[in-house]
């Protein structure tokens, strides 16, 4: 099950402490150029999605198939956009999704 391994490694990544979560810290992430994949949940509102489309033009963009709730459980925050600033966990998350064909960005 892809779909469970992607939100555990989302959790492994949050306890690393390589997650910025919520928009302002997604957004202060991005511009420090620390994040290496930005994530963002499918109820996220289309403002919120356009802005960071904008705002990740150097980092992957992942529009996930999961609501806030989902990621509340997986994490422990509830959040409609996040960032990885971890190369390593951005690479496996990114792999993950792409195996689902739901990956978008770079």
């Known amino acids: 099950m892809n779909s469970d391994r992607f939100l555990s490694m989302l959790g ?3 306890r690393a402490g390589r997650l910025s979560v919520g928009h302002d810290a997604a957004k202060q992430s991005i511009r420090d150029k620390k994040a290496f994949l930005c994530i963002m949940t499918a109820d996220a509102s289309a403002r919120l999605v356009e802005e960071m489309k ?3 033009a150097s ?3 992942i529009v996930t198939d999961y609501g806030m709730e989902d990621i509340k459980t997986a994490i ?3 959040a409609g956009v996040m960032s990885v600033n971890d190369e390593g966990f951005a690479n496996t998350l990114r792999e993950l ?3 689902e064909g739901s990956a ?3």
Do not use: A, E, F
């Open 97 to 99: 999704r792409n195996k």
């Open 54 to 56: 904008t705002l990740c």
């Open 76 to 78: 422990g925050k509830k």
């Open 59 to 61: 980092s992957p963009l």
């Open 12 to 14: 492994l990544c949050m």
């Open 104 to 106: 978008y960005g770079n």
